[in-house]
C-alpha cells in the first residue's frame, strides 16, 4: 500500500507562506486591465459603423492589434463551439430518436467547407445588422466556428456514451438528478477527450484564417482588420518583410495561447484521468503555478466558495425511473418537439438547396464529378506521402521517452501554425523548381494535414507495451522483420485515426491549395477546390452549392466505404486492449 | 415473523440476444429481504444473482413478476437501498471526502450535516487522515473502504454488497468482512438488513443469517438455508466448517448428478458446451493425476484458486468427454482420461476427436460438414445450427468452444478473417 502525501501539510503550509500579496498579484491585475481595454477596443470595432473593406496597414507597428482582434474572434468561436458541443453532443447521446439524425448530420457538417458556409453566413448576417460591423464580425467568427467546433462535438458524445457502467449505476443508487449526474459524473469524465479536441479545434480554426478575415463574395470585397487579412493584403502586394512579420506575429501568438490557455488547462485536467496507477509523466506549467501563487486569486476563489456553501440544499431528491431490460434511453415529448422542429429546419434547408441548384445542367454535374475524383486523388496522395514520413519520425519520437518529452510540445505548436500562411514560401519554391501546382497542391495538402499523421503514430509507438518490445529484442527480431511484425501492426490503430482526421483536412485544404493568389497572379489546379474557391469567388451560387454537396458527399461515401472498414480491422485484428 | 422490508414475487429476467431470440437469466424467484437480517445470495457464475440484486434494488425492472417494498409495489428506486460495488465505482476525479459528500448532497441534506455525516462515515471505516487522497492512491481495500463509508453515510434501511470483497486480497478481505458486520451488529436496534450476493461459500456462511442457494442457466432458487451458528462466528469452528460441508453438498448435489450418462448425449437431444478451454480440461487432468487420479471438488477449487462456478464447469466439461467420473463430491481420472495422459501429443489428439464425436452436437456437425461441397460452413450457418440445436445458450459462446475444442483435436479448421469453418 502506498502512503499517500506524506509531506501533504508541509507542503500547503510553504504554499500558504507564499501567497502574499506581490509581484504576481501585481502581474495578475496588469494582465486583468490589459484583457479589459483590450476588449473594450474589440467592442469599439464590432459596433463601429459597417465597414467592408477596411484599409490594412502594413507596418509592424500595426500587427499587435491585428493580432489581438484575430485571437479575440478565434476565442469568442471557441465560446461558441464549446457551447455547442455541450448541447448537441449532450442531446445526440442522450437521445436515441435524436442521435440518429445528429449523428450523420454532424458527419456531414465535417464535410462541408468553410467556403460552403461563408456565403450565407455573410449574407445573412450583413443583412441582419445593417449598418453595424457586428454582422460582418460575426460571420467571420462563426466561419472560425465551422473549422473548430466539429471534432470537439464526436469526442464529447463518445465521452458520453463510454461512461463505465459502475459510474453510472452509482450515480443512479444514489439519486444523483440530471445536472448533478452531468455535472459531478459525465463532464468530468469528458473533460480529458474534450481539452485535447479543443487544442486540435484551436489550430484548426486559424487554418482558414486568411479567408476568414479577407474574402470576396461576387463583386464585394470584404476585409476585417487582423492578423488574415494583414497577411493577405501582403501576399496581394508581394510584400515580402510585411509576410515575414505576418508568420511572426502568428507564431507568437500561438506559443502565447499554448503557454496562457493551454498548457495550464491540460495541467488542471490531469485531475480528470480515470486510468490507475502513478503519474506517467508529471505534467507542468509555469503560467499555472504562477496563477496558484497569487493571493488576489486565493482570496476571489475563497469567496465563490463561501457563497456557494450559503446556497440552499435541494429539497427532493428527484424521483429515477428503472431502466427497462431494453436498456433505457427514452425520448420525452420536449425532446420530441425539439427533434420536430430540428426535422423541419433539415426539410426546409433542403427544400432550399434543390431550388438554388435547379439551374445547373447535367454537364456541370458530370465534371464536378471528375473534378472530385481529381482532388481525391491529390487527398490520397496527400495522405500516403504524409505516412510515408511521418512513420519512421513518429516511431523514433514515441519510442524513446525522452525525444517525446522534448519534441511533442513543440511539434504540437508547430502543427498549429496555419500552413496556408506559408504557402506564399512554397509556391515560390515551387515555381523555381518547375513543379506545377497540379502537383504542387499536394506538397500544400500535405503541408497541413501531415500532422495529424504524426500526432497518432507518436501516440500509437509510446502505447506499445513494453513486454512486446523486450520480446523483439530478445529474441533479435530487427530491421524490417521487427516494423513489420511489431511497429506496423501496434500502431495501425492510431495510424488509421490519424489518415481519417488527415484526410478529411486534406479536403478542406483543397480550396486553398488548388487556387493560390501568388505575386499578383492567380494560379490554379483543375480539382474541386479550385473550383469552390471560383465559384464563391464568382458568387456563382448554383455552382457553389452543387461542388460543395458533391465534396460532402464523396467524402462522407469514402468514410463510409474505405475509413470505416480500416477502423473496424484496427478494433478487432490489430487492438491491443483486447 | 415479522413483515419483509421488500420482496421479489416470481420474478423471471430475460435479455434479448441480438439475433431477437430471449435468454432466460433468471426464472420464477421468489425472495424476501426481513428487517434485521443478513441474507446471502449463493451461486454460480452466471445464475444471474447480481441481476437479482438489481432488480431488489430498483435498477432493473424485471419481465415478470412483482417487486414489494414494505408490502407496496416498487416504483422506480428502491429508496431503502445503499450498494456497494464489486468495482468500487468511484469517482477517480473526487477526492474521498467528495465521493461521499456529493451523495450525501444529492439525498438533499444540508451543508452543515453533509459535511459532518461524511466526516463521521470516514471516521467509521477507519480513513481518518486519508480524505483528501484520490481513489487512485488507494490500496484495493482502501477503495472499497470508501465504498461502505458512501453507503453507510446514508444510514441505508438496506445495504446490499455486490462481490465485495473479490477484488480485495484475502486478508483484507477477511478483516472487512468483520468490520461490515460489526458496524451491522451496532445498527441492528434500527432494523437495517444486508444483502450480499458472493460465490465464496466460507465467506456467506460467516457472514449470513439466511443463504439462499441460487442455480444456473436460468438462474433458480435451489433453496434456502438457515444459518443459527451463534456470532461472533470464527472461520475454524467445527460447526462453521460442518455447516461448508453441508452448503458443498447442496451444490454438487444439483451441479454434478451422480448418474451422469453421457451416452444419452448421442441423441438428437444435445448437452450444452461449458465455456471451457482445453488447457483448462488438460489442467484438470494433470491435477488429478499428480494426486493420484482422485480428489474432492473444493480441494480442487481452492488449490487451483479458481471460483467454484468456474472449477464445476471444467469438471463438468472433463465429464462430458468421459475423462473424468464423478463420484459424489469427488472428481476421479476415469480410464479414458488414464489413456490420454499416457499418450504423446498425436495419440492425445486422436483421442480427443475420438472424445468429442460421442458428443451430438460434433457428430452432427461433421455430418453437415461432410456433405458441404468444399467441407466448409460460414460461421453464421454453424451458429443457426448451434441456435436450433441449443436454443436457451449463449450461441456465440458455444461456438467459440466449439471451435477450441475441434481445433484441439484436429477435427475442424477455423479461418477468423474469412469466418470459415473447415472439415481438417
Given at each position: 500500500m502506498r502512503r499517500p502525501r506524506v509531506f501533504w501539510g508541509e507542503s500547503n503550509a510553504s504554499l500558504e507562506e507564499e501567497r502574499r500579496f506581490g509581484v504576481v498579484d501585481m502581474l495578475v491585475v496588469a494582465g486583468l486591465a490589459g484583457a479589459l481595454f483590450g476588449g473594450l477596443r474589440a467592442a469599439h470595432e464590432w459596433t463601429g459603423a459597417l465597414r467592408p473593406t477596411v484599409d490594412i496597414d502594413l507596418s509592424p507597428r500595426a500587427l499587435p492589434a491585428y493580432a489581438f482582434l484575430s485571437m479575440s474572434r478565434g476565442l469568442i468561436a471557441y465560446v461558441f463551439s464549446l457551447g455547442f458541443t455541450l448541447v448537441y453532443g449532450y442531446w445526440a447521446a442522450k437521445d436515441a430518436l435524436a442521435e440518429r439524425v445528429l449523428l450523420p448530420l454532424l458527419d456531414i457538417l465535417q464535410s462541408i467547407p468553410v467556403l460552403g458556409f461563408m456565403p450565407g453566413l455573410v449574407l445573412a448576417l450583413v443583412a441582419a445588422f445593417p449598418g453595424s460591423n457586428v454582422g460582418l464580425e460575426l460571420a467571420a467568427v462563426l466561419m472560425i466556428f465551422t473549422g473548430q467546433a466539429w471534432n470537439m462535438t464526436f469526442s464529447y458524445y463518445h465521452s458520453l456514451r463510454t461512461v463505465p457502467a459502475d459510474q453510472r449505476e452509482a450515480a443512479t443508487v444514489y439519486r444523483f438528478g440530471r445536472w448533478e449526474r452531468l455535472k459531478w459524473v459525465e463532464l468530468p469524465f469528458a473533460t480529458i477527450g474534450l481539452?485535447?479536441?479543443?487544442?486540435?479545434?484551436?489550430?484548426?480554426?486559424?487554418?482558414?484564417?486568411?479567408?476568414?478575415?479577407?474574402?470576396?463574395?461576387?463583386?464585394?470585397?470584404?476585409?476585417?482588420?487582423?492578423?488574415?487579412?494583414?497577411?493577405?493584403?501582403?501576399?496581394?502586394?508581394?510584400?515580402?518583410?510585411?509576410?515575414?512579420?505576418?508568420?511572426?506575429?502568428?507564431?507568437?501568438?500561438?506559443?502565447?495561447?499554448?503557454?496562457?490557455?493551454?498548457?495550464?488547462?491540460?495541467?488542471?485536467?490531469?485531475?480528470?484521468?480515470?486510468?490507475?496507477?502513478?503519474?506517467?509523466?508529471?505534467?507542468?506549467?509555469?503560467?499555472?503555478?504562477?496563477?496558484?501563487?497569487?493571493?488576489?486569486?486565493?482570496?476571489?476563489?475563497?469567496?465563490?466558495?463561501?457563497?456557494?456553501?450559503?446556497?440552499?440544499?435541494?429539497?427532493?431528491?428527484?424521483?429515477?425511473?428503472?431502466?427497462?431490460?431494453?436498456?433505457?434511453?427514452?425520448?420525452?415529448?420536449?425532446?420530441?418537439?425539439?427533434?420536430?422542429?430540428?426535422?423541419?429546419?433539415?426539410?426546409?434547408?433542403?427544400?432550399?438547396?434543390?431550388?438554388v441548384m435547379r439551374g445547373v445542367t447535367l454537364a456541370q454535374w458530370g465534371t464536378t464529378l471528375g473534378l472530385a475524383l481529381v482532388t481525391l486523388g491529390r487527398v490520397l496522395l496527400a495522405t500516403v506521402l504524409g505516412t510515408l514520413w511521418t512513420v519512421p519520425a513518429g516511431l523514433a519520437i514515441g519510442l524513446s521517452p525522452r525525444a517525446s518529452r522534448l519534441l511533442q510540445p513543440v511539434v504540437q505548436v508547430v502543427a498549429s501554425f496555419p500552413a496556408p500562411m506559408l504557402f506564399p514560401v512554397v509556391v515560390a519554391g515551387l515555381s523555381f523548381a518547375g513543379v506545377g501546382l497540379g502537383w504542387g497542391s499536394v506538397l500544400l495538402m500535405l503541408l497541413g494535414t501531415q500532422w495529424y499523421i504524426l500526432f497518432n503514430v507518436v501516440a500509437g509507438a509510446t502505447a506499445i507495451p513494453a513486454d512486446l518490445r523486450e520480446m523483439a529484442r530478445g529474441y533479435r527480431i530487427e530491421g524490417w522483420a521487427r516494423m513489420r511484425s511489431l511497429y506496423l501492426p501496434s500502431i495501425f490503430p492510431y495510424l488509421v485515426t490519424g489518415w481519417i482526421t488527415a484526410a478529411g483536412g486534406a479536403w478542406n485544404a483543397s480550396i486553398v491549395s488548388e487556387l493560390v493568389t501568388f505575386r499578383g497572379r492567380v494560379l490554379s489546379a483543375p480539382g474541386l477546390g479550385a473550383q469552390i474557391s471560383e465559384a464563391a469567388a464568382r458568387a456563382d451560387f448554383p455552382l457553389l452549392a452543387v461542388s460543395v454537396v458533391v465534396m460532402s458527399t464523396v467524402v462522407v461515401t469514402f468514410n463510409r466505404l474505405v475509413w470505416k472498414r480500416l477502423h473496424g480491422l484496427a478494433e478487432t485484428r490489430f487492438s491491443l486492449s483486447r | 415473523m415479522e413483515a419483509p422490508l421488500c420482496e421479489l414475487r416470481g420474478v423471471s429476467q430475460s435479455f434479448t440476444q441480438p439475433n431477437g431470440a430471449p435468454l432466460p437469466v433468471l426464472q420464477g424467484i421468489d425472495l424476501q429481504v426481513r428487517p434485521a437480517e443478513v441474507v446471502c445470495l449463493l451461486g454460480p457464475s452466471g445464475c444471474g444473482k447480481s441481476t437479482l440484486l438489481r432488480i431488489l434494488a430498483g435498477l432493473i425492472r424485471p419481465t415478470t413478476g412483482e417487486v414489494l417494498y414494505h408490502g407496496r409495489p416498487l416504483t422506480g428506486l428502491n429508496p431503502g437501498v445503499a450498494i456497494v460495488f464489486q468495482s468500487f465505482a468511484l469517482y477517480p476525479w473526487m477526492t474521498v471526502a467528495q465521493n461521499i459528500q456529493v451523495v450525501l448532497q444529492a439525498a438533499g441534506l444540508p451543508r452543515a450535516e453533509v459535511a459532518t455525516r461524511a466526516a463521521q462515515a470516514i471516521r467509521t471505516v477507519g480513513l481518518d487522515g486519508f480524505e483528501e487522497a484520490y481513489p487512485r492512491e488507494l490500496s484495493g481495500g482502501m477503495k472499497q473502504r470508501v465504498g461502505m463509508a458512501r453507503a453507510f453515510s446514508l444510514h441505508p434501511e438496506m445495504l446490499f454488497m455486490d462481490e465485495p470483497f473479490s477484488q480485495v486480497d484475502a486478508l483484507t478481505a477477511e478483516s472487512l468482512r468483520a468490520e461490515v458486520l460489526d458496524l451491522w451488529a451496532s445498527r441492528r436496534s434500527q432494523s437495517s438488513s444486508i444483502l450480499m450476493v458472493s460465490h465464496d461459500i466460507k465467506e456467506v456462511v460467516y457472514m449470513a443469517d439466511r443463504i439462499v442457494v441460487l442455480g444456473a442457466h436460468p438462474g433458480v432458487v435451489r433453496t434456502v438455508v438457515e444459518n443459527t451458528l451463534p456470532r461472533p462466528r470464527d472461520y475454524r469452528s467445527p460447526e462453521l466448517l460442518r455447516m461448508v460441508d453441508r452448503l458443498h453438498d447442496i451444490i454438487t448435489g444439483h451441479e454434478l448428478p451422480d448418474v451422469a450418462s453421457p451416452t444419452a448425449l448421442a441423441g438428437p437431444e444435445m448437452e450444452p458446451l461449458p465455456t471451457v478451454s482445453t488447457s483448462e480440461i488438460v489442467g484438470l487432468l494433470e491435477y488429478l493425476d499428480a494426486r493420484g487420479g482422485c480428489e474432492d471438488v473444493f480441494r480442487m477449487a481452492t488449490d487451483t484458486g479458481r471460483d467454484f462456478g468456474k472449477a464445476i464447469g471444467v469438471v463438468k466439461a472433463a465429464e462430458m468427454l468421459e475423462l473424468v467420473d464423478t463420484p459424489k463430491r469427488a472428481v476421479a481420472l476415469s480410464g479414458t482420461g488414464a489413456r490420454f495422459l499416457a499418450s504423446d501429443v498425436a495419440g492425445r489428439k486422436a483421442l480427443w476427436r475420438e472424445q468429442l464425436l460421442q458428443l451430438g452436437l460434433f457428430r452432427q456437425l461433421r455430418a453437415v460438414l461432410e456433405q458441404q461441397p468444399r467441407h466448409e460452413l460460414r460461421r453464421e450457418q454453424v451458429l443457426e445450427l448451434v441456435i436450433l440445436r441449443l436454443p436457451f445458450e449463449d450461441y456465440e459462446r458455444t461456438f467459440d468452444t466449439l471451435v477450441r475444442w475441434g481445433r484441439f483435436g484436429d477435427l475442424f479448421a477455423y479461418d477468423e478473417e474469412r469466418e470459415l469453418l473447415s472439415l481438417q
Open positions: 481539452v485535447w479536441n479543443s487544442m486540435m479545434s484551436m489550430a484548426g480554426g486559424w487554418f482558414f484564417l486568411m479567408i476568414n478575415e479577407a474574402f470576396v463574395l461576387g463583386d464585394r470585397d470584404f476585409r476585417l482588420p487582423g492578423l488574415g487579412s494583414y497577411m493577405s493584403v501582403a501576399v496581394a502586394r508581394g510584400d515580402v518583410p510585411a509576410m515575414v512579420w505576418a508568420v511572426f506575429a502568428m507564431a507568437t501568438m500561438i506559443v502565447f495561447l499554448d503557454q496562457v490557455l493551454w498548457r495550464p488547462v491540460v495541467v488542471w485536467a490531469q485531475k480528470f484521468r480515470v486510468e490507475e496507477g502513478g503519474q506517467a509523466e508529471a505534467m507542468r506549467s509555469w503560467f499555472l503555478d504562477l496563477l496558484r501563487r497569487s493571493r488576489l486569486l486565493a482570496l476571489l476563489g475563497a469567496a465563490v466558495g463561501r457563497s456557494r456553501a450559503h446556497a440552499p440544499p435541494r429539497r427532493h431528491p428527484p424521483h429515477v425511473q428503472p431502466t427497462s431490460p431494453g436498456g433505457g434511453r427514452r425520448t420525452r415529448w420536449p425532446s420530441l418537439l425539439l427533434f420536430g422542429l430540428l426535422l423541419l429546419g433539415l426539410l426546409v434547408g433542403t427544400w432550399r438547396l434543390v431550388l | -
